[in-house]
C-alpha cells in the first residue's frame, strides 16, 4: 500500500489542472452546478453509478468493489465564499466576489483522485465506497439537504470518512484525534426594543444603543467567569445594528454572534447565561430583549477506532509525516450530521508553505495553499480505504 503515495504523485499534473480550474470558477452555496457537473462526469466515466441533484447540486457515486463487505461513506464539500479575491495567482477566481477561499477546490481534486485510485483498486476491495459531493457547507445547510434526500440510504454506510486541508499547519503534517474535534455551532441573534427619540433630548428615550453596549460587554463575561475553565467556549458577537441618523436614538438595535462549543452541558450552561443577561440588563436600560438561538451544526466527534486507523495509516503510507493525535478548534464543520449517524474520522492535512508565501488563513482574501497537499490527502484517504475494505 506504500505504492499508493507515488499513484497519487504520478497523478500530480491532472489532481494540479483539476484544482485549479475549480478555483478559477467558483460557485457559491446550492449554485454548485458547473462543479456538480464536472463531478458526475468524472465519477461516470470510471463506471460508477451516478445520482445527481441530492440536497440541490450534490452528487453521490457508488463504487463498487469486487468482494462483498462493508459501506465507506466519504465525503467533499464544493462550495466557495463571497470573498473577493487578492491572491494574484494566474489561477485566481474569474467571479467578482467569489472565491475558494476555504480549500474546497482542493477538497473537490482529492475526491476526484481517490475515486480513480480506489477504481484502480477494485479487486481488492471487500464492500463499497460511497462518493459524497456536498454543496453548501458554509454554512448554509448542505450536509441537512442531503441527509433529507436521503444520502445515507441505498445503501447505508458503516463508517465515514471526511478531510480539510488546513492552512493553519504545513505540508507534511496530519491531524486525526478522537472524540471531540470540531466545535458545534450555534447562530446567536438579540433584538433590543426600546424607545427612540432625538438624539438631543435622550430623557425622553430608552436608547437601545446603550443597553446594547451594555450587553455586549456582560455577554463576553459568560466564558470567562460562567464556564469552567477546563470546559471551551467561544461567544463572539460580531454584527450590530441599530440607527439610521447621527441625531436619532432608534427604536431598535440588533446584534448578532456566534457561538462555539465541544459540549451539550457547556453550551446549555451558555444559552441559559445569555437569555438570562438579556433579560435582566435590558429591563434594568428600560427596554425589551428577545434572543433566537439557530442551531447549526454539533460538534464534530471522531470514532476512536477509525480515528487511530487514519492515525496509524498516516504514518506508513506518507513519508515525513507528523501525526497530531490532540489538535482541536472552534471551527465548526455540518460533516458532524453525518457522523452523529454513522461513525467515523474527520482528519485534516496541513496545507501551508511559509516560504512561498501560501500561508493565509481560511477566508482571507489571499488564501492559497501549497498543492503538495492534494497528494498527500489523495494517498491517505484512499489508503485508510483499502486498508478497512481489505480482506476481512
Same mark, same amino acid.
Given at each position: ?32 452546478? %458547473? ?77 476526484? +483522485? ?11 476491495? !471487500? ?28 445503501? %447505508? ?46 430623557? !425622553? ?61 457547556? %453550551? ?11 433579560? !435582566? ?12 438561538? +439557530?442551531?447549526? +451544526? ?95
Amino acid at each position: 500500500m506504500k505504492s499508493l503515495f507515488e499513484e497519487a504523485s504520478n497523478l500530480f499534473p491532472q489532481i494540479q489542472q483539476l484544482r485549479r480550474d475549480l478555483h478559477r470558477h467558483p460557485e457559491l452555496g446550492f449554485e454548485e452546478h %458547473r462543479t456538480a457537473g464536472i463531478v458526475a462526469r468524472e465519477l461516470r466515466t470510471l463506471g460508477m453509478e451516478v445520482n445527481t441533484g441530492i440536497g440541490k447540486t450534490g452528487v453521490v457515486g457508488l463504487l463498487e468493489g469486487a468482494h462483498e463487505g462493508l459501506t465507506l461513506l466519504l465525503r467533499f464539500d464544493m462550495d466557495a465564499l463571497p470573498i473577493q479575491e487578492e491572491t494574484g495567482a494566474e489561477y485566481a477566481s474569474t467571479r467578482p466576489g467569489v472565491m475558494h477561499a476555504c480549500g474546497h477546490d482542493g477538497h473537490v481534486a482529492i475526491g476526484l +483522485t481517490v475515486a480513480k485510485l480506489l477504481a484502480q483498486h477494485r479487486d481488492e476491495i !471487500h464492500g463499497r465506497v460511497k462518493f459524497v459531493f456536498q454543496p453548501a457547507e458554509e454554512g448554509l445547510g448542505g450536509a441537512q439537504a442531503m441527509l433529507e434526500d436521503g444520502v445515507l440510504e441505498s445503501p %447505508r454506510p458503516d463508517f465515514s470518512l471526511a478531510l480539510h486541508l488546513w492552512n493553519e499547519k504545513p505540508v507534511g503534517w496530519v491531524a486525526a484525534t478522537p472524540g471531540p474535534f470540531m466545535a458545534g455551532s450555534d447562530v446567536v441573534d438579540i433584538n433590543l426594543r426600546g424607545r427612540g427619540g432625538h438624539g438631543a433630548l435622550p430623557h !425622553h428615550t430608552r436608547d437601545p444603543i446603550v443597553a446594547a453596549a451594555q450587553l455586549i460587554l456582560a455577554l463576553q463575561t459568560i466564558v470567562a467567569r460562567n464556564v469552567p475553565p477546563l470546559d471551551v467556549a467561544v461567544l463572539s458577537i460580531t454584527q450590530v445594528h441599530g440607527g439610521d441618523a447621527h441625531n436619532v436614538i432608534p427604536e431598535t438595535v440588533h446584534l448578532r454572534g456566534t457561538l462555539r462549543t465541544f459540549s451539550k452541558s457547556t %453550551r446549555e450552561l451558555v444559552l441559559n447565561r445569555i437569555f438570562q443577561l438579556t433579560d !435582566h440588563l435590558a429591563h434594568a436600560m428600560g427596554c425589551d430583549g428577545e434572543v433566537k438561538i +439557530t442551531d447549526l +451544526t454539533p460538534p464534530v466527534v471522531n470514532d476512536e477506532t477509525v480515528t487511530m486507523l487514519v492515525a496509524q495509516t498516516a504514518r506508513e503510507v506518507l513519508p515525513e509525516v507528523i501525526v497530531d493525535t490532540s489538535y482541536r478548534t472552534m471551527v465548526s464543520e455540518d460533516m458532524a450530521l453525518l457522523m452523529e449517524r454513522v461513525p467515523g474520522c474527520y482528519f485534516m492535512v496541513g496545507s501551508a508553505n511559509p516560504e512561498r508565501g501560501l500561508n493565509y488563513g481560511h477566508h482571507h482574501p489571499k488564501f492559497d495553499f501549497d498543492e503538495q497537499a492534494l497528494v498527500y490527502g489523495a494517498t491517505l484517504m484512499s489508503a485508510v480505504a483499502l486498508k478497512r475494505l481489505g480482506a476481512p
